[in-house]
């Protein structure tokens, strides 16, 4: 099984800072693409942030310039920076990652359990 872990998710005053972090464990052979969608209440799941392998990235027009999204291949984690945050921003984040476990030949997307952001005016 594969396992990820969020953690960092918080109160913030807008315009503060917060960093989230997603580790994978378990029975990994590749990660591929890892990435950050939030939920807010009433709303869909939508893509924050995107890193592929090789260190290419993509964002949500609504963070551009403000979060940056990193990852280490050797620990097998994705991190989010956010900066200057708004209320508009407070929602559950989720990590996501598409995974190639052991002995497989196919990739398998695999959620985060969600980390609360939540951002006062």
């Known amino acids: 099984q594969v396992q990820l872990v969020e953690s960092g998710g918080g109160l913030v005053q807008a315009g503060g800072s917060l960093r989230l972090s997603c580790a994978a464990s378990g029975s990994i052979f590749s990660i591929n693409d890892m990435g950050w969608y939030r939920q807010a209440p009433g709303k869909q799941r939508e893509l924050v942030a995107a890193?592929?392998?090789?260190?290419?990235?993509n964002y949500a027009d609504s963070v551009k310039g403000r979060f940056t999204i990193s990852r280490d291949n050797a620990k097998n984690t994705v991190y989010l920076q956010m900066n200057s945050l708004k209320p508009e921003d407070t929602a559950v984040y989720y990590c996501n990652a598409r995974v190639q476990r052991v002995a497989t030949t196919y990739e398998y997307g695999y959620w985060g359990q969600g980390t609360q952001v939540t951002v006062s005016s």
């Open positions: 890193v592929s392998r090789g260190g290419t990235t």
